[in-house]
């Protein structure tokens, strides 16, 4: 399977739901990774992920979708792949991953002893490669919620229910 494939069927079943810009995407296939390695023991993908300014990216993603700059990526890019192991990971990435703000992801992929940490050099586009990331908090820690702008904003909404709503309205 190709990096691109778990991208589009990123952007296939969650585009309505999520606001699915290049970062992000970029993001999400890398712990898409991640997940894979943890569950399956391999790699979902085979092509490189490498490590950028704003965190792990894989280029044939990147280049696939660098047209649509910050804006969200409407559909994907080719024909979508059916796969019990990548839906499979795709739920548990929805469910850990999918709620955060893109930032809130490129944070946490910058995190101490992440992999994109480890290996990242300016103006480099080093590999991380499968064993990196085995070897990393990414692969062994939980994710650290209560520092993340959606953590904020749902404590917020559940501490004083009609703050958002009043926002909203002004």
């Known amino acids: ?3 691109l494939d ?4 990123l952007i296939a079943n969650w585009s309505d739901q999520l606001d699915l810009t290049n970062l992000k995407l970029n993001k999400l296939v890398y712990y898409a990774q991640v997940i894979a390695l ?11 992920i490498q490590a950028w300014e704003y965190g792990p990216v894989e280029p044939a993603v990147y280049r696939e979708f660098k047209q649509y700059g910050s804006r969200s990526v409407p559909a994907p890019h080719g024909k ?12 548990e990435l929805r469910q850990t ?3 955060l703000m893109t930032f809130d992801l490129v944070r946490l992929s910058h995190r101490e002893g992440g992999a994109w940490e480890k290996t990242y050099e300016e103006g480099k586009n080093n590999v991380i490669t499968p064993q990196m990331i085995r070897d990393s908090v990414d692969f062994t820690a ?3 919620w209560k520092h ?4 904020g904003v749902q404590e917020v909404d559940r501490r004083w229910p ?7 309205n002004s």
């Open 1 to 3: 399977m190709r990096s």
């Open 6 to 9: 778990v991208a589009n069927y």
């Open 38 to 48: 943890r569950k399956y023991g391999e790699p979902l993908f085979e092509d490189p």
């Open 80 to 91: 979508v792949i059916e796969d019990a192991r990548l839906s499979a990971v795709a739920d």
């Open 97 to 99: 991953y999918g709620k």
């Open 142 to 144: 939980e994710v650290p």
């Open 148 to 151: 993340t702008f959606t953590w």
């Open 162 to 168: 009609n703050a958002l709503r009043m926002l909203e």
